[in-house]
């Protein structure tokens, strides 16, 4: 049994996009398209979640994504809390579960989760209540399903469908739990090949069995693709590990104009953000023709709201 | 003159269950009544409050508590506007007056006031201008009414009337501002005895002034209860006194299955949180049949909103 | 061109009161002055600003400054999110455009920004889409401009004009920005004469091309003045200068009783606070019949109101 889905198989939690049927991807899809329109109103704001409280729960600070939950939760009218559980509850002492069973008793009916243990929010979906929902925010290396799903809007709204593409994810594959929901949703929308471009010290192994064709020259990896996806280098995650200095990933990862002049001519650049200028993207390409970067921002509001709506029962 | 109340006698301020008349007190309880019934709609929300603009002052950091407030006021349809002032104002040197009259010429209509200090609410109330209401939100080892009515709100919820209700107080009563508030409110109410069980290190001189009896022997203390409120160790408030390790104390004052087993078959068992599991309450009580300790939770929501909605002229 | 203005010749970013023409800056006190009889009013909401998003951007702190905008922001009906800029995205080493252009693809339509750096929210405004509005909200010190017309407001409900007034300002000119931005507007809206006074060390060279009379005799400059402006001393930001000590500041540059009786019978006196006590003023004319240090608090969020109105293009 899939956690994310009750018996009628409708979505429950958003944990990751490992095995979830194709038709919630693309009913989260059509869903935020229509919200893409919502947000070009004047009055941006939809009563969907009116009288809901939504609680922002980040045991791992970042302020980008909170504001991305916030801003969609307010557009749909919903009561948002945030709290900074690091600073709080769980420094007197108290357990994860007891935390989250007595902010289930304020009668929240969201919990958006960031937790920097691979798991956590799936040990939270567990225990919750059932009336309440729980949208993973990114756990550990693990999952990051709604900046997966903000990508796959953005691909099909440039590409304006999935069957026939080819698609890169460059950079540090084995510490992004960005990367691995990418890959389980791309597989499951049917790109027809997803690849990995990364030095071996940053793929984990048997990575292949994920349903990806391994690169280690940027050069041959990117010949022909639809779409690259860079990841950040989180040098914050990496401990011991025998990473060259930040200029020599530069050289070989880093995607310049001529990197990238391989690919098709019409591929699009993505990357889930903060970018590194001159670490694993030139910015020569962060600002140029084939970058989508600022759109894919702008798509992740419409995303969160499509999934908060669907978790609350409404959908397009 | 009672500072809480205006000259028609009417709820001005809520600093204390002392002193208070019971007929105030079973109003919050009774406007309370109604607000869970709101809590249980789908939309939440009623717009008692909407325009006024709540602060929730916390001199004293409490993400717990300050939620509660929050949500509530939201509920209400209030603006809230969270403020944490020992990293604000006052580090600039400014006064708590200054501080005070300063936000009141903001157009706040309500503080909420969290203070390390006793009396700080007090002062407050008394400076403020005639339209703002305070609520004293936990201020030294003082008072902490609203966690006090939920409590009386939990305890006529499961047993329908305050009369004949004997009720134990286990712990640490000296540092305990939840203590002396519900042992106000219980005899205010007409409980026929509370008690409070506790070792003499624990146990302020004179206790039995407030209209306490006093138990040193927890197995004597908890016999033939209908209703035991154990409270958080506040181990960070305890400085300079003889404390036994925290496994002595769970030994002779933790209450276990055992020791309830004196009580009355039907008692329950209350906790204002955060508990320390294996410290004053064992998990299988905390997670007992006996224990409500997160329907206290719920219900302080509700609580809340009745003391704000009949501060701001609102009742049922 | 005024980077302020479009080219219509109407507000587009709120930066400096520099170089703004007169009927703008009465623009924005008529619009406040009708927004002061919505703040009486038992409900305080206007629809104005519903469905638009508000950034608070403070890359430097102020709790009363960020509040004073949030709850102008509310009562507009705005969406808020507060960012603390210096423990967020700056902190992983994303440059100040990409957080704005990141934030902006997020569908903001106002950033208020507070900045160490003078010239920032400039910076900020000439790369932001064009949909979106600045509000400065004290950048280094150079302007700080809804306080200055906080003053202005005050000053004309007191004093019901401006021409033929005479106002002084007191205290450290050269670390101010808000006397910068009070120089300003003052000569733009015709009193008659502004004064500083100040000692040789707390006054810029050449401050009298901004069309200030510069006394160093606080009984002189006093003299028949209409308005008193007095500066909080900023210690925090003054390092190297060769100051006196807080007591012989109170001294020689303090108001006193004493040192405003030369002003005339109804001067007013003013603080952009938070007050030192016994720094740069004494209790007695704080608290006394003079002071209208309170009501500018009040008028503040009518101004701010005004501001963000008249960027969305509503005005009265």
């Known amino acids: 049994m899939n956690p994310q889905l009750d018996k009628a198989g409708k979505l429950r939690h958003f944990l990751t996009t490992e ?5 919630i991807l693309l009913q989260i899809l059509d869903t935020a398209e229509s919200f893409t329109r919502v947000t070009k109103r004047n009055v941006k704001k939809v009563p969907l979640l009116r009288g809901k409280t939504l ?11 909170r504001t991305t939950f ?11 809390v945030n709290i900074n559980i690091s600073t709080s509850a769980q420094s007197k002492g108290e357990s994860l579960l007891d935390t ?10 969201m919990f958006v989760v960031r937790h920097a243990r691979s798991g956590a929010p799936f040990f939270i979906a567990k225990h919750v209540a059932p009336h ?44 992004s739990r960005v990367a691995r929901s990418q890959i389980h949703a791309l597989n499951i929308l049917g790109v027809s090949e997803v690849r990995v471009i990364a030095p071996k010290t940053l793929l ?18 990117l ?10 280098l989180q040098r914050e995650r990496m401990r011991g590990i025998n990473l060259p200095s930040s200029q020599e990933f530069f050289n070989t990862y880093g995607l310049t104009i001529d990197k990238l002049s391989v690919a098709k001519h019409d ?6 953000g903060p970018i590194n200028r001159g670490v694993e993207i030139d910015s020569s390409v962060a600002d140029g023709n084939s970058s989508v970067i600022l759109p894919q921002v702008t798509f992740g509001i419409a995303v969160r709201m499509a999934v908060m709506s669907i978790l609350a029962g409404h959908s397009i």
């Open 55 to 65: 609680f922002n729960l980040f045991f791992e600070a970042s302020t980008r994504t």
């Open 267 to 272: 591929v699009i650049v993505m990357h889930p």
């Open 132 to 175: 309440i929902h729980v949208i993973n925010a990114g756990d550990g290396s693990h999952a990051h399903p709604t900046q997966a799903l903000l990508d796959m809007y953005t691909i099909r709204h440039f590409k304006k469908k999935f069957d026939g593409l080819r698609v890169a994810i460059v950079g540090d594959i084995t510490n």
């Open 204 to 221: 984990p192994v048997a990575i292949e069995r994920l349903g990806v064709s391994v690169f280690y020259d940027i050069r041959l990896g």
């Open 223 to 232: 010949k022909d693709v639809d779409v690259v996806i860079m990841l950040r």
């Open 70 to 80: 916030e801003i969609a939760a307010k557009r749909l009218s919903a009561d948002v």
């Open 19 to 23: 095995f979830l049927p194709k038709e």
């Open 100 to 109: 989250i069973a007595n902010l289930s008793a304020m009668h929240a009916d």
